[in-house]
């Protein structure tokens, strides 16, 4: 990778991703978009107001900076996108066909993450293996296996270099998830600094497959970096990090503020998705296939989370 774009550089991922990959590669070789101004962006690199339904739009921003690798982060996630299935589906699939084809037209590299809600009830729920049953219940999982079936295509098909991991949710202390399932695991630690009591939307004994950032931007870099005749899937990667429940993050938050008190206001959509989706991930092929090694464990990255948002809101802190 040479000179990036990132589509969607303003969410959680991409907010973050833009940064580190600038550290990376040099900020006038990452280009961030978004639909709207995203002004921290700007300052650190090229930026440009990008909407990723406009195809046209998106070649001119990869003929004119010479865009090698593009990262399309554009989707709605996965509660969100239950209130809004139709949009749903016209955003995240409507972004990923304008990626695939500029990224087969400029001879681009592509990554667009997946994600654990590609799988379903069906599935097997601990360890879910890397290739499986996967008849997702939401509108966001069907986007996700359709993204998946269609990087694979457009590898096999044109020789387009499309990579993808199946995100965990996503834990991080720069910029608040929105309108995710797993979002709960990010407002647990401003909640425990903030107010020092919690009201949590997923029942305390469903678990999740969970990321700390750090972790996932790495993943990101190394994915695509990988020695391309090493990888057998091109659709996408398990990823795994940890796996906790509501309970089980409560009590580790616990043992560092003894105070903290949560209680349960259950999401029936929440709730639903949550127990739809898998326990646990087997990563065996990305450890195999590209050296995936996780770093952060839960209690390290309780340490960190709270210690970056207490002194965010040194000012505001409860506890
Ligand atoms: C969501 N944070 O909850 C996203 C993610 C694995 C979960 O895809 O929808």
Known sequence: MKRILIVGAGGQIGSELTTYLRK????SNVVATDVRECGKLAEGGPFEVLNALDAKAMSSVVERYKIDAIFNLVALLSAV?????QTAWNINIGALMNALEVAREYGCALFTPSSIGAFGPTSPKDKTPQDTIMQPTTIYGVCKVTGELLGNYYFRRY???TRSVR???IISNVTLPGGGTTDYAVEIYYEAIKAGRFTCPVPGDVYMDMIYMPDALRACVELMEADPARLVHRNSFNLASMSFTPEIIYAEIRKRIPSFEMTYEIDPVKKA???????????????EEWGWKPEWDL??????????IREKYRSEVAV
């Open 24 to 27: 990376i590669y040099g900020a």
């Open 81 to 85: 996108g239950e209130k809004n299935p």
């Open 159 to 161: 020789g387009v270099d």
């Open 167 to 169: 995100f965990p949710g």
């Open 273 to 287: 998705i949550a127990e739809s989706w898998p326990n646990s991930l087997d990563d065996t092929c990305a450890r």
């Open 299 to 308: 209690s390290r990255m309780t340490d960190d989370m709270l210690e970056v």
